[in-house]
Antibody
Framework: EVQLVESGGGLVQPGGSLRLSCVGSGFTFSSYWMNWVRQSPGKGLEWVATIKDDGSEKYYVDSVKGRFTVSRDNAKNSLYLQMNSLRAEDTSLYYC?????????WGQGTLVTVSS | EIVLTQSPATLSLSPGERATLSCRASQSISNNLAWYQQKPGQAPRLLIYDASNRASAIPARFSGSGSGTDFTLTISSLEPEDFAVYYCQQRSNWPPFGGGTKVEIK
């Protein structure tokens, strides 16, 4: 059974940083592209970032370019999202998801709240 | 940039009725479209990929159709557990997701 478990969310002040993690199991992590998708309270889904299976390609939504960095450690079956210069509008539930193009499996999310 | 427009925003139906959800792309995306279901407090779940292929363990009452710019998700007979929000997503370009359609109990 595929499992994705996110962690690292929390309350942070504007301008602060957080590092989200996602651990995958039940599949060959190193063979899959991985994604971060977020959802603000009561709102729709917003794609945030994508990383290729070997980490050689990374893509970001314009609103996070230069502030967020996606990375992975295939030896640890782990995906990361380093979030710097956080803004109130980054407040969301952050999901990691597995797949290239389509998101075949999702974690349950980790909540990031940016507030003073 | 490809924009996906979902309609209607809300669909009010009774159990047993047929649901028809629309997703329109601002330019052709061939069949590169998926549908997801999201229930309150849960992560989205992939229902349909490549416009018409059901994902693993998805009941046959869910079907997808369309290509190019116009796509449809049909739920042939609504079960109580089908009342949820549905999102379409394209993989031809970014941003990928539509705004969602809420299927609520009438």
């Amino acid at each position: 059974e595929v499992q994705l478990v996110e962690s690292g969310g929390g309350l942070v002040q504007p301008g602060g940083s957080l590092r989200l993690s996602c651990v995958g199991s039940g599949f060959t992590f190193s063979s899959y592209w991985m994604n971060w998708v977020r959802q603000s309270p009561g709102k729709g889904l917003e794609w945030v970032a994508t990383i290729k299976d070997d980490g050689s390609e990374k893509y970001y939504v314009d609103s996070v370019k230069g502030r967020f960095t996606v990375s992975r450690d295939n030896a640890k079956n782990s995906l990361y999202l380093q979030m710097n210069s956080l803004r109130a509008e980054d407040t969301s539930l952050y999901y990691c998801a597995r797949g290239r193009g389509y998101n075949y499996d999702w974690g349950q999310g980790t909540l990031v709240t940016v507030s003073s | 940039e490809i924009v996906l427009t979902q309609s209607p925003a809300t669909l009010s139906l009774s159990p047993g009725e047929r649901a028809t959800l629309s997703c329109r792309a601002s330019q052709s995306i061939s069949n590169n479209l998926a549908w997801y279901q999201q229930k309150p407090g849960q992560a989205p779940r992939l229902l349909i990929y490549d416009a018409s292929n059901r994902a693993s363990a998805i009941p046959a009452r869910f079907s997808g159709s369309g290509s190019g710019t116009d796509f449809t998700l049909t739920i042939s007979s609504l079960e109580p557990e089908d009342f949820a929000v549905y999102y379409c997503q394209q993989r031809s370009n970014w941003p990928p997701f539509g705004g969602g359609t809420k299927v609520e109990i009438k």
